[in-house]
């Protein structure tokens, strides 16, 4: 029996009974996962066989039709199979012309529907373009169901042509909200389309043109979140506060605007109540750090909100004079925000902003061995030899700390030296905490390295070296308060030498390699 065969060759070394036992005392899961694991249509088919349930027969169909195994297919669609994996089959598939998609759609018990039309769902976030055209074909289908989730699904996944597929369902226009309009492709294709009053304040017209039909808009809480979040200009938004247009509406639909002077404007607006939310965040972005730090000052922005994260948006985003008058306030705890603070840290090491990280360092309550010692690790990893140095000087910094997802000791000498980047695995070499957790062949090799600086600097200097010293052709620059006609004050301490015959730098390269390797 051929089963029998292939499980003995997977089961060996074992009698013949002994595979006949071990057949017989294997679950349908164990032998269906047996099947799939060595891609053996012959032990799923011996599976089904064993009058199976609805969910294994399933699990043996949605195998089959991912090989695009027509014979297994056909043989599995004999037996009872839950409606759901039939669905879970045919996501598998990637070319919805093949025989074995057919076989499937044909089946009677195949319901495009199910669950919610969770196949459309499953389809879009996925990004099968051509089963989700081929769904919304079908009458049984609602691509709008459950609040619109296929579209939501696309637009999260970014699969923009099954979003713009999407939209040609009135079903789907007809349930879009505020939330799924922000979308950029959203957005795209209302504009395009003329769909709502929006497209038609938009498309397309002069800047003039969108400015006075924006205007004509009566609600100012609605001419604001238009100036806001579509149009981008500060005296559309200057003129909705004008008319009496409430600014905190529209402080957490904030995220996509560049333009700072709109921030600005909401920002310093009386009417407006500032915590750390959005509208502070995006401040904080765009460098509106002499606004926020007025704020503060007058105590209409409390810096010590939700654990002080005022503090780890600037270091961030690199916003040093905020920094440091943040650091200042009694109201900020570095403290309380330990990890996030850490985080914050490693992203100026990572940008190479070492100005700022001498900022944080200087500041006792900043914990730099925070969040597994993560700093002198991406310090480490990205080169920064200032940072590196600047942790080391600070006892908390342990720079022999393991990386916590491979539980590897030693992660910052091991990621410079997988970066080349050699004079910080030459500055973390001579640290006792690094040498007590290699090993000696470990430490050897990371000495090698670092001979290869000083062999590499030897060269560098003997080619420099070799390379002829001729004198002028031209006379050199008079030097202020010199007399034309007497030699350069520079010049008299610097004569011009012969040169011996040079060497190439290829010659010299080898010289010092034969001594480095002696």
């Known amino acids: 029996m051929i089963v029998k065969e292939q499980l003995g060759d997977i ?8 595979i006949e036992d071990a057949i017989k005392n294997m679950s349908d899961k164990e032998l269906v996962n047996l099947g799939i694991e060595n891609k053996s249509s012959d032990i799923l088919t011996f599976a089904l066989d064993r009058d199976m349930t ?47 998609f057919e076989l499937i759609v044909a089946d009677d018990r195949f319901d495009p529907s199910y669950l919610n039309d969770r196949l459309i769902r ?54 879009l909200d505020d939330r799924m309009k922000s979308f950029e492709v959203v ?30 808009i009566k609600d100012p809480d609605e001419l604001l979140r238009i100036a806001v979040t579509k149009i981008g200009d500060e005296s559309i938004v200057e003129e909705a506060i004008k ?11 904030v995220q996509k605007v560049k333009n700072p002077k709109i921030i600005e404007i909401l920002l310093t607006n009386p009417q407006t109540k500032i915590s750390a939310n959005s509208l502070v965040y995006k401040a904080a972005k765009l460098g509106l750090e002499d606004q926020l730090i007025n704020l503060v000052k007058k105590d209409k922005l409390n810096p010590g909100q939700k654990n002080s994260i005022l503090l780890v948006w600037a270091v961030g985003f690199g916003r040093e004079k905020l920094v440091e008058h943040l650091l200042k306030d009694k109201r900020v705890d570095p403290g309380t925000e330990k990890e996030s603070i850490a985080e914050a840290l490693s992203i100026a090491i990572a940008r190479g ?22 700093p002198i690790k991406v310090a480490a990893q990205f080169g920064n030899l200032n940072a590196v140095k600047s942790l080391l000087a600070d006892k908390r910094v342990d ?45 050897k090799k990371f ?16 080619v420099a070296m070799a390379e002829p010293r001729t004198k002028p052709t031209t006379k050199p620059d008079v030097k202020p308060g010199t007399k034309p006609g007497r030699p350069s004050p520079i010049r008299r301490d610097r004569p011009s030498v012969t040169p011996r015959p040079k060497a190439t730098a290829e010659d010299v390269a080898k010289k010092f390699l034969k001594l480095i390797e002696k």
């Open 353 to 374: 902003n070492n100005n700022l990280v001498d900022i944080l360092l200087k500041d006792d309550r900043i914990d730099p061995s925070a969040d597994y010692n993560r």
């Open 243 to 253: 008319r009496g247009a409430d600014p905190n509406k529209i402080s957490s639909d």
């Open 187 to 216: 957005q795209k294709y209302i504009n395009e389309n003329q769909m709502g009053g929006l497209g038609n304040i938009l498309k397309p017209k002069s800047q003039d043109e969108v400015k006075q039909a924006a205007l004509e």
């Open 11 to 18: 089961l060996k070394p074992k009698s013949q009974d002994e």
């Open 122 to 175: 499953w389809s879009a976030s996925n990004g099968h373009s051509e089963l989700v055209n081929m769904l919304m074909q079908d009458n049984r289908v609602d691509p709008s169901a459950i609040n619109n989730a296929a579209l939501e699904g696309a637009i999260v996944y970014e699969h923009n042509d099954i979003v713009r597929m999407l939209l040609r369902d009135s079903r789907v226009r007809e349930k």
């Open 447 to 462: 000495e090698d390295m670092v001979k290869k600086i000083v062999r590499e600097s030897l060269i560098d200097e003997e």
């Open 54 to 100: 609805p969910k294994m027969n399933g699990e043996v169909l949605k195998w089959a039709a991912e090989a695009g195994d027509i014979n297994l297919v056909k043989r599995t669609l004999r037996e009872d199979i839950h409606p759901g994996k039939i669905l879970a089959a045919l996501v598998k598939i990637k070319d919805i012309r093949a025989q074995v």
């Open 399 to 443: 720079p022999s700390a393991a990386d916590q997802s491979a539980e590897q000791e030693n992660f910052a000498i091991n990621t410079a030296a997988e970066n080349d980047h050699l004079e910080v695995v030459e500055v973390l070499l001579k640290d006792d905490r690094v040498k007590k957790k290699l090993s000696l062949p470990e430490i």
